[in-house]
């Protein structure tokens, strides 16, 4: 009997083990902050290759001091008391290491603040921002990303996890979501919907073109990259994601479980001959869907292009898809860095498409790849080619990984 209660005992106390184990894990994953390091090195590499890379000459000291301010102001807003620092040597070496010691002197402020008092002064939506910046890998993403974001509007740092998911966005093929297309406007902190697919969980639940997301499963997402919402909204198939969106006036939550969503990147809608060709994004393989769709349908009465909410991709299926209008060894698009260009993409296929008339239609979510394609057709095929609908986006840079 003692021996039988002696393994009984061991038995509990291993299953709550178990579980003590697995909470922590759970606790620790979402927790998590996504790069994988707190050591200042990492800021090093950032520094270095943008140095080298970025579009225009670099002064690292006025970046590392727009750095600086760019962290000021953002733990300002949200109650953090820190001192202002501006670095003032001369070399790029001691800029670094000046900046470094500021970095540690800041961080070192936050960790003596009173968390609870300035949590308590301000809203729920910055709990994530407070979760992420005092853990030591959090304020250095943090410092990362108001390096970046000195430089301009469109460069970013990504996690591990977020370059996973934006790999397997321009991949395409299939995910696990809730099918919407969003966009952050360069003026705008919230992001838009811009379309829900048909048949989609997102459309079921009620969310619709407009709508703002601000929140995802509680936190706030106002200040963070497209692509981190974008991995933060998908998940495994049958999982549930708490969306809160402002529409109009209101804020509304959407309760949403995942489901399986297979992508296309281009859609064909074929009314009485009139077929319009909906390229949604610009990913591997999108040429030759266009290419094999056009078969299909043979020669529509009309022949339109859609490029609505269409926010660019890969560059070559763009200039892919100019080759099937105006032949091979044309020049597509000049690309110039530091004042000087640095690249020429010539179409490398045959012309395969000729039509009297082809409309292509934009709107102010008609971005990057999108824009260079419109603009291409129409400097080559001038008058066969009509644009319609509004003002672009604007963005003119092609971005490098």
């Known amino acids: 009997m003692k021996r039988l209660i002696k393994i009984l005992f061991f038995i509990v106390l291993l299953i709550g083990l178990i579980f ?4 922590k894990e759970t606790e620790a994953d979402n927790n ?17 290759y943008t140095y080298r890379d970025f579009v225009d000459e670099i002064n690292i000291k006025t970046q590392l001091n727009k750095t600086l301010e760019n962290i000021y102001s953002n733990l300002s807003k949200v109650g953090f008391k820190v001192k202002k620092y501006v670095i ?8 670094l290491n000046e900046f470094e010691n500021y970095y540690n002197l800041i961080y070192n402020e936050i960790k003596s603040s009173d968390i609870e008092k300035i949590k308590e ?5 910055y709990k994530n921002f407070y979760n992420l910046i005092l853990k030591k890998e959090g304020f250095l993403k943090f410092a990362i990303q108001s390096y970046c974001s000195a430089l301009d509007r469109y460069t970013e740092y990504m996690g591990p996890k977020e370059y996973n998911f934006f790999k397997e966005n321009i991949q395409a093929g299939n995910y696990s979501g809730v099918g919407i297309v969003m966009f952050r406007n360069k003026d705008e902190k ?3 919907v811009v379309e829900v697919f048909e048949e989609a969980p997102a459309k079921e639940a009620g969310i619709e073109p407009g709508d703002k997301i601000i929140k995802v499963d509680d936190k706030d997402v106002t200040n963070l990259s497209l692509d981190t919402v974008q991995s933060m909204i998908r998940g495994p198939e049958n999982t549930n994601v708490k969306l809160t969106i402002k529409r109009g006036n209101q804020i509304m939550e959407f309760n949403i479980t995942r489901k399986i969503i297979h992508i296309k990147s281009v859609k064909v809608i074929n009314k009485d001959g009139n077929v319009i060709f909906n390229i949604k994004t610009f990913s591997n393989g999108t040429a030759k869907d266009f290419l094999d769709a056009y078969k299909k349908y043979g020669e529509p009465k009309t022949f339109i292009i859609d490029l609505r909410n269409n ?13 099937y209008f105006i032949g091979p060894n044309r020049e597509a698009v000049k690309l110039k860095r530091k004042g000087k260009v640095e690249k020429v993409f010539y179409t490398e296929y045959k012309k395969q498409i000729d039509f009297d ?10 971005a990057s790849a999108s824009e260079l394609l419109a603009q ?9 080619i009509i644009i319609i609908g509004t003002k672009t986006f604007g963005k003119n840079s092609v971005q490098t990984i």
């Open 20 to 23: 003590f184990i697995i909470n």
């Open 32 to 48: 998590e902050v996504d790069i994988g390091t707190s050591s200042f090195e990492l800021f090093r590499q950032v520094v270095a």
């Open 88 to 95: 003032s040597s001369s070399t790029i070496k001691d800029q």
């Open 121 to 125: 002064s301000k809203s729920d939506i």
């Open 190 to 192: 919230e992001i838009t």
């Open 311 to 323: 926010g660019g991709g890969l560059i070559n299926e763009a200039i892919n898809i100019l080759s």
């Open 357 to 366: 008339k082809v409309v292509i239609i934009v709107n102010s979510y008609t």
């Open 376 to 384: 291409c057709v129409k400097d080559y095929l001038k008058e066969k």
